[in-house]
């Protein structure tokens, strides 16, 4: 970690639409990340623990320590140690995992005071320790949802290339803008991320335009997009990146890519005092 650089950047990938290339987009960003020199921590904030399964753990019910487990010590105002739980991925980042009984701890935070503030409490034992830490979104606008915007100081929304989910954007956006007014004044839009990009049609170049029509203005499009292929699917039911799996194929070139672009869009901002850590 950079010595004038205290804690992580956090961001939440964030899309309450399924399917859209989210735990793809926050493992392959994580690692590429890590390719980068940085140090980096993923939180599997999903209860279907699709990322720690994406990254080869696919019998998630054996971890004596998940996400549910350390947040609901701290909500029994229990003291745990930042490394508690964590484990190091054979590509570089480091794993927060999560399993099926983050659910429930999702419904017990419902009567907890300040509850939005559960996984950013978290959040602050650890972030010392990283350059950057991702937060995998699970495809809704609940509690835990609620708590990684709480928690991030970014926001990266990767969205398909198809109409419906563009529209979908809007219910994301005005959430987003609620946790800004009432939570977390610091949160921002990264940007958007279009993800499984069919480059042989017209209709893709028109989402593509379509998205930039309505949101451009006003928020970051990612000039990289990521193609779609077979191969991405692939590498996430083998646990592997999709730099380990299709190395020289287009959509690890386009992670890549997009990994390079994202970093100069984050330090772009950081220099004109755009965000604090």
């Given at each position: 970690?950079?010595?004038?650089?205290?804690?992580?950047?956090?961001i939440?990938v964030?899309?309450?639409?399924?399917?859209?290339?989210?735990?793809?987009?926050?493992?392959?960003?994580?690692?590429?990340?890590?390719?980068?020199g940085?140090?980096?921590?993923?939180?599997?904030?999903?209860?279907?623990?699709?990322?720690?399964?994406?990254?080869g753990?696919h019998?998630?019910?054996?971890f004596?320590?998940?996400?549910?487990?350390?947040?609901?010590?701290?909500?029994?105002?229990?003291?745990?140690?930042?490394?508690?739980?964590?484990?190091?991925?054979?590509e570089?980042?480091?794993?927060?995992?999560?399993?099926?009984?983050?659910?429930?701890?999702e419904?017990?935070?419902?009567?907890?005071?300040?509850?939005?503030?559960?996984?950013?409490?978290?959040?602050?034992?650890?972030?010392?320790?990283?350059?950057?830490?991702?937060?995998?979104?699970m495809?809704?606008?609940?509690?835990?949802?609620?708590?990684?915007?709480?928690?991030?100081?970014?926001?990266?929304?990767?969205v398909?290339?198809?109409?419906?989910?563009?529209k979908g954007?809007?219910?994301?956006?005005?959430?987003?803008?609620?946790?800004?007014?009432?939570?977390?004044?610091?949160?921002?839009?990264?940007?958007?991320?279009?993800?499984?990009?069919?480059?042989?049609?017209?209709?893709?170049?028109?989402?593509?335009?379509?998205?930039?029509?309505?949101?451009?203005?006003?928020?970051?499009?990612?000039?990289?997009?990521?193609?779609?292929s077979?191969?991405?699917?692939?590498?996430?039911?083998?646990?592997?990146?999709?730099?380990?799996?299709?190395?020289?194929?287009?959509?690890?070139s386009?992670?890549?890519?997009?990994?390079?672009?994202?970093?100069?869009?984050?330090?772009?901002?950081?220099?004109?005092?755009?965000?604090?850590?």
């Open positions: 970690m950079s010595e004038n650089v205290q804690d992580a950047c956090v939440a964030a899309n309450q639409k399924g399917g859209v290339g989210k735990t793809t987009t926050t493992s392959n960003l994580g690692i590429g990340l890590v390719q980068q940085k140090k980096v921590l993923l939180v599997d904030v999903d209860a279907q623990g699709s990322l720690t399964a994406s990254l753990y019998d998630s019910d054996i004596e320590v998940t996400l549910a487990t350390v947040m609901g010590e701290l909500l029994c105002e229990e003291a745990i140690e930042p490394t508690k739980g964590i484990l190091h991925h054979k570089g980042v480091d794993l927060m995992p999560s399993n099926i009984e983050l659910s429930g701890l419904v017990s935070l419902v009567n907890v005071m300040s509850r939005e503030m559960t996984l950013k409490r978290y959040i602050e034992l650890v972030r010392k320790d990283y350059d950057y830490i991702l937060l995998d979104c495809p809704s606008l609940g509690m835990l949802t609620i708590n990684a915007l709480a928690a991030a100081d970014r926001i990266l929304i990767p398909q290339a198809a109409y419906l989910p563009i954007l809007q219910q994301l956006i005005r959430t987003i803008s609620r946790v800004k007014k009432q939570i977390n004044p610091k949160l921002e839009i990264e940007g958007i991320l279009l993800t499984m990009m069919d480059y042989r049609t017209n209709y893709a170049k028109e989402i593509q335009t379509l998205l930039q029509e309505a949101y451009g203005k006003n928020i970051t499009i990612f000039h990289t997009t990521i193609p779609l077979v191969r991405a699917a692939e590498s996430a039911a083998e646990g592997k990146s999709i730099y380990q799996h299709d190395p020289k194929g287009k959509v690890a386009a992670y890549h890519s997009f990994t390079e672009e994202f970093l100069i869009s984050l330090n772009g901002k950081e220099k004109k005092g755009g965000f604090h850590r």
